[in-house]
Protein backbone atom coordinates (compact mmCIF):
# COMPACT_ATOMS: atom_id res chain seq x y z
CA UNK A 1 0.00 0.00 0.00
CA UNK A 2 1.76 3.31 -1.30
CA UNK A 3 1.27 6.39 1.09
CA UNK A 4 1.86 9.82 0.47
CA UNK A 5 3.55 11.88 3.50
CA UNK A 6 1.49 14.65 4.81
CA UNK A 7 4.17 16.63 5.95
CA UNK A 8 2.90 16.72 9.93
CA UNK A 9 5.81 13.84 11.37
CA UNK A 10 3.55 13.38 14.33
CA UNK A 11 0.67 12.56 12.36
CA UNK A 12 2.51 10.52 9.71
CA UNK A 13 4.06 8.29 12.33
CA UNK A 14 0.36 7.32 13.74
CA UNK A 15 -0.21 6.51 9.96
CA UNK A 16 2.27 4.57 9.15
CA UNK A 17 4.22 6.87 6.72
CA UNK A 18 1.41 8.77 5.54
CA UNK A 19 -2.13 8.79 4.44
CA UNK A 20 -2.71 5.44 1.68
CA UNK A 21 -3.14 6.37 -1.84
CA UNK A 22 -7.06 6.27 -3.05
CA UNK A 23 -8.08 7.13 0.13
CA UNK A 24 -10.93 9.41 0.54
CA UNK A 25 -10.71 11.38 4.02
CA UNK A 26 -12.88 13.90 5.93
CA UNK A 27 -11.17 16.71 7.30
CA UNK A 28 -14.04 17.68 10.31
CA UNK A 29 -14.84 20.17 12.96
CA UNK A 30 -15.69 23.40 14.58
CA UNK A 31 -15.15 26.71 12.90
CA UNK A 32 -11.71 27.74 14.45
CA UNK A 33 -10.80 24.15 15.07
CA UNK A 34 -7.77 24.27 12.57
CA UNK A 35 -9.28 21.72 9.83
CA UNK A 36 -9.07 23.97 6.47
CA UNK A 37 -5.46 25.41 8.38
CA UNK A 38 -4.56 21.19 8.24
CA UNK A 39 -5.53 20.65 5.17
CA UNK A 40 -4.12 23.65 3.39
CA UNK A 41 -0.74 22.39 4.85
CA UNK A 42 -0.81 18.75 3.97
CA UNK A 43 -1.99 19.72 0.40
CA UNK A 44 0.95 22.23 0.57
CA UNK A 45 3.66 19.15 1.52
CA UNK A 46 1.94 16.98 -1.20
CA UNK A 47 2.28 19.61 -3.85
CA UNK A 48 5.98 20.07 -2.44
CA UNK A 49 6.65 15.89 -3.31
CA UNK A 50 4.83 16.36 -6.61
CA UNK A 51 1.59 16.58 -6.53
CA UNK A 52 -1.20 18.32 -8.65
CA UNK A 53 -4.13 19.56 -6.57
CA UNK A 54 -7.61 20.30 -7.62
CA UNK A 55 -9.02 22.69 -5.70
CA UNK A 56 -13.06 22.94 -5.33
CA UNK A 57 -13.42 26.07 -2.96
CA UNK A 58 -17.21 26.76 -1.93
CA UNK A 59 -16.97 29.39 0.94
CA UNK A 60 -14.03 31.96 -0.28
CA UNK A 61 -12.01 32.71 -3.32
CA UNK A 62 -9.27 31.46 -5.07
CA UNK A 63 -7.35 34.58 -4.74
CA UNK A 64 -8.25 34.66 -0.47
CA UNK A 65 -7.28 30.63 -0.62
CA UNK A 66 -3.83 31.65 -2.13
CA UNK A 67 -3.59 34.96 0.03
CA UNK A 68 -3.98 32.68 3.50
CA UNK A 69 -1.14 30.61 2.56
CA UNK A 70 1.32 32.37 0.98
CA UNK A 71 1.18 34.19 4.48
CA UNK A 72 2.16 30.93 6.07
CA UNK A 73 5.04 30.40 3.32
CA UNK A 74 3.39 27.61 1.54
CA UNK A 75 3.26 28.97 -1.78
CA UNK A 76 0.09 28.47 -3.33
CA UNK A 77 0.38 31.44 -5.63
CA UNK A 78 3.79 29.88 -7.16
CA UNK A 79 2.44 26.70 -7.38
CA UNK A 80 -0.78 27.86 -8.90
CA UNK A 81 1.60 30.28 -11.08
CA UNK A 82 3.28 26.72 -11.27
CA UNK A 83 0.12 24.42 -12.97
CA UNK A 84 0.36 22.49 -9.95
CA UNK A 85 -2.72 24.39 -8.24
CA UNK A 86 -6.22 24.03 -10.16
CA UNK A 87 -8.98 25.74 -8.78
CA UNK A 88 -12.22 25.12 -9.52
CA UNK A 89 -14.50 28.14 -8.41
CA UNK A 90 -17.55 27.33 -6.71
CA UNK A 91 -17.63 30.56 -4.79
CA UNK A 92 -18.57 33.61 -7.09
CA UNK A 93 -21.77 33.16 -8.18
CA UNK A 94 -22.81 33.55 -4.77
CA UNK A 95 -21.56 37.15 -4.32
CA UNK A 96 -22.80 38.03 -7.75
CA UNK A 97 -18.97 38.33 -9.29
CA UNK A 98 -17.57 36.66 -12.47
CA UNK A 99 -14.79 34.29 -11.90
CA UNK A 100 -11.29 34.50 -12.89
CA UNK A 101 -10.77 30.97 -13.24
CA UNK A 102 -10.10 29.18 -15.42
CA UNK A 103 -12.63 26.63 -13.78
CA UNK A 104 -16.19 27.50 -12.40
CA UNK A 105 -19.38 26.71 -11.93
CA UNK A 106 -22.43 29.03 -11.88
CA UNK A 107 -24.34 27.54 -9.02
CA UNK A 108 -23.26 25.24 -6.93
CA UNK A 109 -25.56 22.50 -7.14
CA UNK A 110 -24.73 21.56 -10.31
CA UNK A 111 -22.98 18.20 -9.21
CA UNK A 112 -23.16 16.81 -12.52
CA UNK A 113 -20.94 19.64 -14.00
CA UNK A 114 -18.64 19.49 -10.70
CA UNK A 115 -18.21 15.92 -11.06
CA UNK A 116 -17.53 15.99 -14.95
CA UNK A 117 -14.87 19.28 -14.61
CA UNK A 118 -12.94 17.12 -11.62
CA UNK A 119 -12.76 13.85 -14.22
CA UNK A 120 -11.71 16.23 -16.70
CA UNK A 121 -8.92 18.45 -15.21
CA UNK A 122 -7.49 15.04 -13.84
CA UNK A 123 -7.53 13.58 -17.61
CA UNK A 124 -5.99 16.30 -18.77
CA UNK A 125 -3.20 16.67 -16.11
CA UNK A 126 -2.45 12.86 -17.57
CA UNK A 127 -0.87 11.78 -14.14
CA UNK A 128 -1.75 9.93 -11.14
CA UNK A 129 -0.22 11.83 -8.52
CA UNK A 130 -3.37 13.96 -8.17
CA UNK A 131 -5.04 15.03 -4.81
CA UNK A 132 -8.32 16.71 -4.65
CA UNK A 133 -10.22 18.84 -1.83
CA UNK A 134 -13.25 20.01 -1.43
CA UNK A 135 -13.30 22.89 1.01
CA UNK A 136 -15.99 23.73 2.35
CA UNK A 137 -18.03 20.54 1.23
CA UNK A 138 -20.27 21.26 3.79
CA UNK A 139 -22.03 23.96 1.93
CA UNK A 140 -23.25 21.44 -0.54
CA UNK A 141 -26.07 20.51 1.91
CA UNK A 142 -27.42 24.16 2.05
CA UNK A 143 -28.09 24.33 -2.15
CA UNK A 144 -28.88 20.80 -2.46
CA UNK A 145 -30.84 18.15 -1.26
CA UNK A 146 -28.80 15.25 1.15
CA UNK A 147 -29.28 12.66 -1.34
CA UNK A 148 -27.75 14.67 -3.85
CA UNK A 149 -25.00 15.31 -1.89
CA UNK A 150 -24.42 12.06 -0.74
CA UNK A 151 -24.47 10.67 -4.31
CA UNK A 152 -22.04 13.10 -5.74
CA UNK A 153 -19.87 12.27 -2.53
CA UNK A 154 -20.31 8.57 -3.83
CA UNK A 155 -19.15 9.44 -7.14
CA UNK A 156 -15.75 11.56 -6.24
CA UNK A 157 -15.06 8.71 -3.84
CA UNK A 158 -15.35 5.59 -6.35
CA UNK A 159 -12.85 7.65 -8.81
CA UNK A 160 -10.99 8.66 -5.98
CA UNK A 161 -10.11 5.33 -5.08
CA UNK A 162 -10.01 3.53 -9.13
CA UNK A 163 -7.40 6.46 -9.92
CA UNK A 164 -5.48 6.06 -6.72
CA UNK A 165 -6.53 9.92 -5.77
CA UNK A 166 -6.73 11.13 -2.24
CA UNK A 167 -9.34 12.98 -1.90
CA UNK A 168 -10.24 15.60 1.16
CA UNK A 169 -13.52 16.39 1.97
CA UNK A 170 -13.44 19.69 4.52
CA UNK A 171 -16.77 19.19 6.94
CA UNK A 172 -18.10 21.70 9.25
CA UNK A 173 -19.63 19.69 12.18
CA UNK A 174 -22.89 21.45 12.47
CA UNK A 175 -23.51 21.86 8.78
CA UNK A 176 -25.54 19.09 7.94
CA UNK A 177 -27.45 16.24 9.68
CA UNK A 178 -26.14 13.19 11.85
CA UNK A 179 -27.39 11.14 9.19
CA UNK A 180 -25.51 12.59 6.40
CA UNK A 181 -22.73 12.78 8.32
CA UNK A 182 -23.42 9.18 8.87
CA UNK A 183 -23.05 8.44 5.39
CA UNK A 184 -20.08 10.67 4.50
CA UNK A 185 -18.29 8.69 7.57
CA UNK A 186 -19.47 5.57 5.95
CA UNK A 187 -18.54 5.98 2.30
CA UNK A 188 -15.19 7.33 3.38
CA UNK A 189 -11.45 5.72 4.43
CA UNK A 190 -10.73 8.31 6.82
CA UNK A 191 -11.96 10.92 9.36
CA UNK A 192 -9.52 13.32 11.20
CA UNK A 193 -11.26 15.55 13.71
CA UNK A 194 -9.75 18.98 14.36
CA UNK A 195 -10.62 20.77 17.52
CA UNK A 196 -8.95 23.58 19.90
CA UNK A 197 -7.46 22.49 23.57
CA UNK A 198 -6.46 26.02 25.28
CA UNK A 199 -4.50 27.20 22.54
CA UNK A 200 -3.57 24.16 21.17
CA UNK A 201 -4.79 22.92 17.71
CA UNK A 202 -5.30 18.80 18.03
CA UNK A 203 -7.14 16.48 15.92
CA UNK A 204 -7.97 12.85 16.31
CA UNK A 205 -8.04 9.92 13.97
CA UNK A 206 -10.92 8.43 14.39
CA UNK A 207 -10.80 5.90 11.58
CA UNK A 208 -8.43 5.28 8.99
CA UNK A 209 -9.22 2.12 7.20
CA UNK A 210 -5.86 -0.50 7.20
CA UNK A 211 -3.85 1.26 9.37
CA UNK A 212 -3.40 0.21 13.23
CA UNK A 213 -3.46 3.44 15.19
CA UNK A 214 -1.21 3.51 18.78
CA UNK A 215 -2.61 7.01 19.88
CA UNK A 216 -5.75 8.88 18.32
CA UNK A 217 -5.84 11.77 19.80
CA UNK A 218 -2.64 14.33 18.37
CA UNK A 219 -1.86 17.80 19.54
CA UNK A 220 -0.55 19.69 16.65
CA UNK A 221 1.16 23.05 17.79
CA UNK A 222 2.37 25.28 15.35
CA UNK A 223 6.15 26.06 14.45
CA UNK A 224 7.78 28.44 12.39
CA UNK A 225 11.02 27.34 10.85
CA UNK A 226 14.12 28.51 10.13
CA UNK A 227 13.00 28.95 6.58
CA UNK A 228 10.18 31.10 7.69
CA UNK A 229 7.68 28.65 6.87
CA UNK A 230 4.86 27.52 9.64
CA UNK A 231 3.75 24.52 9.93
CA UNK A 232 2.44 21.68 12.50
CA UNK A 233 5.09 20.04 14.24
Known amino acids: MNKIPTGVPVLDRELGGGIPEGYNIVVG ?6 KSYLTYFMLYSMMKQGYHCIFVTTDRTANAIKELADESGWEYTKLFEEG ?3 FI ?18 ILSDFIGLSKMMGDIR ?10 VVDLFSELFIY ?6 IQLLEMVCARARASKTVCFFVLNDKMQSEKALTSIEALTEGTIHCFKEGAVNSIEIKKMEGVPLDSRKISIPLSKGKDGIVRPR
Open 144 to 149: ADENSV
Open 123 to 132: KNLGTNKVVE
Open 89 to 106: DAHSWKVEQDSNEKYSLE
Open 84 to 86: KLI
Open 29 to 34: GDPGSG
